[in-house]
Nanobody
């Protein structure tokens, strides 16, 4: 199994910044894509940003230029630097990893428990 533990959420004023971190641990053989999703109340979960093992990145349009995803492969950690936070950004942010364990021959999705991001106006 793979465990993902997020940290860094909290309350910030509009226009402010937050940095989310997510560390993967467990019987990890390799991690392919990692990413951040978010879910606001009453809305479906949506992809915010993703990054491949080769550091190729992808962002949803609404966060381009404001958010930056990065990863430390040696530490199995992914980060999301969020800047210029807006009133539409509050949600529970979930870390995702597509990983393979030492006991399996295929990749599967793993999820963190989520961290709340709140933006005050």
């Amino acid at each position: 199994q793979v465990q993902l533990v997020e940290s860094g959420g909290g309350l910030v004023q509009a226009g402010g910044s937050l940095r989310l971190s997510c560390a993967a641990s467990g019987s990890i053989f390799s991690i392919n894509n990692m990413g951040w999703y978010r879910q606001a109340p009453g809305k479906p979960r949506e992809l915010v940003a993703s990054i491949t093992s080769g550091d190729s990145t992808n962002y949803r349009d609404s966060v381009k230029g404001r958010f930056a995803i990065s990863r430390d492969n040696a530490k199995n950690t992914v980060f999301l630097q969020m800047s210029s936070l807006k009133p539409e950004d509050p949600a529970v942010y979930y870390c995702n990893a597509v990983a393979r364990t030492t006991g399996e021959s295929f990749y599967r999705h793993y999820w963190g428990q989520g961290t709340q991001v709140t933006v005050s106006s």
